[in-house]
């Protein structure tokens, strides 16, 4: 650039200069009259200096006009480069224009690499979508529809070659409407429903090849996340559509079962319970007896309990149990639970505590249903507690809320675990083997039922603390 300006500084000064010079010359040596012609001369030669001036000015401007234009070109096109720029100008621009023609290229090389791994990575993504069996959507916020696959297409009912679609109004399982309105007109970022849908039979696998006259019930679970669209700068979300017809068959036979079991297994066990009483009173001073005694009684009682909490899970999710709402004192309902566990404790060297609130704490609730929630939080506790552990159930008022906390130093509960342990036979791998996993779902049922919260905060290896909170009012 330097160079360029003394270029033009060369040109330009000394064709100033000139005029002013050739007239001054003239009038001290010649006179007026031919200073003057001489002047006009020399204004003559400053006219051809400024023409040369822009000639070369022209000469430097002109590489860099159609420079701009084809960076502008290569903007418009997408960051395409289809031509090399020819090299012409004074040599600073053809230096310039050489480094461009070197950049761009680069460019256009990136670029096509570029658009290849989309491609690739779009058609693995595709083709992973397309084989699995849950019905995938993508849609706009107002419900246009970005992506689908063939799979969700079908389960809706909207022919694959239909252009143009919109949620809901382009689906023709109509089960589906209101809860894919719903979803499309919500603000929330996580969303989960379930659907029943009425489809026909398949008459291969009905009777005879006789199709059924009443349709198959199957039931999806719909899923969907909100997200922003980085492309469009708006709300978008994934739909889910996922068929859990078997899953539910399953755990509707699964309860049926356990509702048969535990109704024919209730008349034994009361009568071993029974008959272990009598054994232990025709028996007395006898340790050996008295040890036998003591265990039946305690894996009956353990039993029953399991048996307890099968028949509650059920009953509080088909909604058969009604709350019996009493005046409830928090401080006696936790001492009662803590009472009737102190012996078991005793049993595994373990420290169980409780310390009675310093005032009454009274409220409205079904005692029967949450002593069996406390009891069956310090059953766990105390179950996987180790020997010389501790386990210690307290009971206040808090905002509001009568807040009860069975706390543990067991082996806690890792962290990706924790939002499933409240869920019907969700167990920890290490625990499988302890019963059905169905206490703590009860526990959650039967809170709920009261208009409360439970939840529980642990860390791996340093214990446990479950909480639950039922409003006082």
């Given amino acids: 650039m330097g160079r360029i300006c003394l270029r033009l ?3 330009l000064f000394p064709a100033s200069l000139l005029p002013v010079l ?3 010359v003239s009038m001290s040596v010649f006179g007026a009259g031919y200073a003057v012609s001489l002047g006009l001369a020399a204004g003559l030669a400053m006219i051809v200096a400024v023409l040369s001036t822009r000639a070369v000015l022209y000469g430097l401007g002109r590489p860099v006009v159609k420079l701009s234009a084809k960076v502008r070109a290569f903007m418009e096109a997408d960051h395409k480069f289809e031509n090399v720029i020819p090299k012409e100008g004074w040599p600073e621009a053809a230096g310039l224009i050489s480094a461009l023609n070197r950049l761009m290229l680069e460019l256009n ?3 096509a690499f570029h658009l290849n791994q989309v491609v690739e990575e779009r058609a693995k993504a595709e083709a992973l979508i397309e084989t699995i069996s849950d019905g995938v959507l993508l849609a706009g916020d107002r419900g246009q529809l970005i992506y689908s696959n063939r799979q969700a297409l079908n389960i809706l009912g909207i022919p694959v070659t239909e252009q143009n679609i919109t949620l809901p109004g382009s689906v023709k399982q109509k089960d589906f409407y209101s809860v894919l309105s719903g979803i499309i007109s919500s603000q929330e970022d996580y969303l989960k429903a379930e659907v029943e849908v009425q489809v026909p039979e398949d008459p291969l696998l009905s009777r005879r090849g006789k199709p059924d006259p009443l349709p198959a019930v199957k039931s999806f679970r719909v899923i969907s996340r909100r997200f922003l669209l980085a492309t469009l700068k708006k709300p978008g979300r994934v739909i889910v559509l996922r068929d859990v017809t078997m899953e539910k068959e399953i755990e509707s036979a699964r309860e049926t079962v356990f509702h048969m079991i ?9 009568s071993i319970q029974g008959y272990a009483q009598l054994m232990r009173n ?10 036998c005694v003591s265990a039946i009684l305690r894996s009956s009682a353990r039993l029953n309990g399991m048996i307890g909490d099968i028949l509650n899970t059920i009953k509080l999710e088909r909604g058969d149990i009604k709350l019996n709402p009493v005046p409830v004192d928090a401080g006696n309902l936790c001492l009662c639970v803590f009472e009737a566990h102190e012996p078991l404790a005793a049993r595994k060297d373990i420290r169980f505590s409780f310390a009675l609130p310093p005032g009454k704490i009274g409220f409205n609730g079904d005692a029967v249903l949450l002593e069996r929630v406390l009891s069956n939080l310090v059953g766990n506790s105390l179950k996987f507690a180790a020997p010389g552990g501790s386990v210690s159930l307290s009971c206040r008022e808090a905002c509001g809320e009568v807040l009860f906390q069975v706390e543990d130093n067991g082996p806690g509960i890792p962290k990706e675990k924790q939002k499933d342990i409240f ?8 625990h499988k083997y302890m019963g059905f996993g169905l206490g703590l779902a009860m526990c959650r049922m039967a809170v709920e039922l009261h208009k409360g919260r439970i939840w529980v905060e642990s860390e791996e ?4 603390k479950f909480s639950f909170a039922i409003p006082l009012k």
Avoid at 423 to 430: N, T
């Fill in 423 to 430: 869920e019907k036979y969700a167990q920890l791998e290490e």
């Fill in 109 to 111: 090389a990136y670029r």
């Fill in 22 to 24: 050739a007239f001054g």
């Fill in 461 to 464: 290896g340093s214990g446990s």
């Fill in 282 to 291: 025709a028996l007395p001073g006898s340790p050996e007896a008295e040890k």
């Fill in 262 to 270: 535990t109704h024919d297994m209730r008349a034994p066990l009361c």
């Fill in 9 to 11: 500084g060369s040109i």
